[in-house]
């Protein structure tokens, strides 16, 4: 074991992997354990080549864009899929809500599962059973084999939802992870986006079931790389391998890694998993509060994958595939927001915001409540896109203007959803896990159910006031970002879940 070393756990800068050799020796009197199992530089997955870290992180987005895309390809198939099954278009709507629900109880499940098993384990039994779960969908027979497994593929495909995030954070240092943590968290809300655009292609020119054939594809690939380039990435499922591998070479069953001391059970992992979200919304109203604001921007997304094709098929006689490419707007709005990362982590793009002074007034290390200047901005820029929006719907208004007017929209949802994610994870850095797992709950009730009765909202309302009432209701949330900015540090101090 003399040739073991300790790598540190904060893993704060790449050369801080390792100590030198000269440092093993006290450190393993200081675990006063010689068959104690610690990492090597190797070993380490910040080690790994920056080529391999950045396909892994791409790969694992593509499979996160993949899951989420397919949530909403289903708004265009439902007119097919009620005639087939000879069911209302409410009940159609059905195949949104049930799969959104699952994405969002899948997380309370599998985020212990990959602390136990690693993520690899994780994501390949569900991505597998992702894409075998999938053909019930694609043959049906009723209406209720499919709403059935449309929401038990939601639940398998939420593993990319919650553990990848872990992923990227166990291959990058706090110093460098802002760009791939950029690139994994756009990759959800694009997914919807995206999922649109290509549907409308589809089912204007194929019947309603290739929608879902196509995804069969695209899954069976998505496998097949998961498999073949994603490494193990968690730390202590490595470290459990390792000691299985000296047992079986030395011969001495005395070697160990810590997680085979765990003391917790799986099981009560699990129950953790499950009260522990719902515990912080009920006990933190600043943890309540921001998500409920989360699941509010969410859910006015998915809910306008209901109302475009009111607004463009309705009023400007648009057909399935060009009301698809209307989202085309959200989309470029998210790619132009995360375009300016780099800014945003050299603290050029809120300079005259004092993030600079207060970085270096803290030596480095701000509070968590900098992270929510991005929020600010994407407080604003979502209901002002949504106003916009609301009052070009009118049919002699040019088609153009209300997608123009998305543009703004998607753009706010990255920088609430980037914002929001960075400061729980920080604030709440002791229950992190529990506290991203409380944010998806909420936002996955809320865009399950926000579809549902957006037909008769803009039946009643019309469009222009429907998309108004959105509007004026994320404006009643945009100044919370900005209030705890300023008294965030005081409630975290008072908080028995936050990091003081």
Not at 362 to 375: A, C, S, V
Request: net charge neutral.
């Amino acid at each position: 074991m003399s040739t073991l070393t300790r790598i540190s756990g904060s893993f704060s800068h790449p050369d801080d992997a390792a100590t030198t050799k000269t440092d093993v020796s006290a450190l393993q009197n200081a675990e006063g354990d010689p068959h104690l199992v610690v990492l090597e530089p190797e070993d380490n997955p910040q080690n790994i080549s920056l080529f391999r870290r950045w396909l892994a992180v791409l790969i694992i987005s593509s499979a996160s864009l993949c899951v989420t895309l397919i949530a909403l390809q289903a708004a265009f198939t439902e007119q097919g899929s009620a005639q087939t099954f000879h069911v209302s278009h409410e009940v159609t709507i059905l195949g949104i809500s049930l799969y959104v629900s699952g994405l969002g109880i899948g997380p309370l499940l599998v985020g212990p599962l990959s602390e136990v098993y690693g993520r690899n384990v994780v994501y390949r039994v569900s991505y597998a059973l992702f894409f075998i779960l999938t053909f019930p969908v694609v043959f049906a027979p009723n209406i209720a084999v499919f709403l059935v497994f449309r929401f038990i593929t939601g639940f398998c495909g939420s593993t990319f939802l919650s553990v990848a995030g872990g992923s990227v954070s166990d291959m990058f240092p706090n110093s460098s992870i802002a760009n791939p943590m950029a690139v994994y968290t756009i990759s959800p809300f694009i997914g919807p986006v995206v999922g649109p655009l290509i549907s409308g292609f589809i089912n204007q020119y194929l019947y309603w079931e290739w929608t879902y054939r196509v995804q069969l594809c695209w899954i069976f690939a998505e496998l097949l790389i998961l498999v073949i380039f994603i490494p193990e990435t968690y730390a202590p499922v490595i470290l459990k391998k390792k000691a299985k591998r000296l047992r079986e070479s030395t011969g001495d069953p005395k070697f160990y890694a810590p997680l085979d001391r765990r003391e917790n059970t799986l099981v009560s992992a699990v129950l953790i998993s499950c009260y522990k979200p719902f515990q912080l919304l009920l006990f933190d109203r600043m943890a309540l509060l921001l998500d409920s604001w989360n699941a509010l921007v969410l859910g006015i997304l998915y809910l306008a994958f209901q109302a475009y094709p009111i607004i463009f098929e309705d009023n400007h006689g648009f057909d399935m595939q060009t009301t698809g490419l209307a989202f085309a707007g959200i989309g470029l709005g998210m790619i132009l927001a995360i375009s300016t990362q780099p800014l945003w982590n050299r603290g050029v793009a809120f300079s005259l915001m004092l993030y600079v002074r207060e970085t270096a007034k803290y030596n480095g290390d701000p509070p968590p409540e900098m992270r929510l200047i991005m929020g600010q901005v994407g407080a604003i820029l979502v209901p002002v896109g949504l106003f916009w929006l609301a009052f070009t719907t009118y049919p002699q208004v040019h088609w153009i203007a209300p997608i123009i007017a998305s543009v703004p929209f998607g753009s706010g949802i990255y920088f609430v959803f980037t914002s929001t994610f960075t400061y729980l994870v920080t604030a709440y850095r002791p229950i992190a896990a529990s506290a991203m797992a409380s944010n998806s709950a909420l936002r996955s009730a809320f865009a399950a159910a926000f579809p549902l009765f957006a037909g008769a909202m803009y039946d009643r309302l019309g469009t222009v006031g429907a998309t108004a009432l959105l509007a004026g209701l994320a404006t009643i949330m945009a100044p919370l970002p900005f209030i705890f900015y300023r008294i965030g540090a005081r409630l975290r101090k008072n908080s028995r879940f936050a990091a003081h």
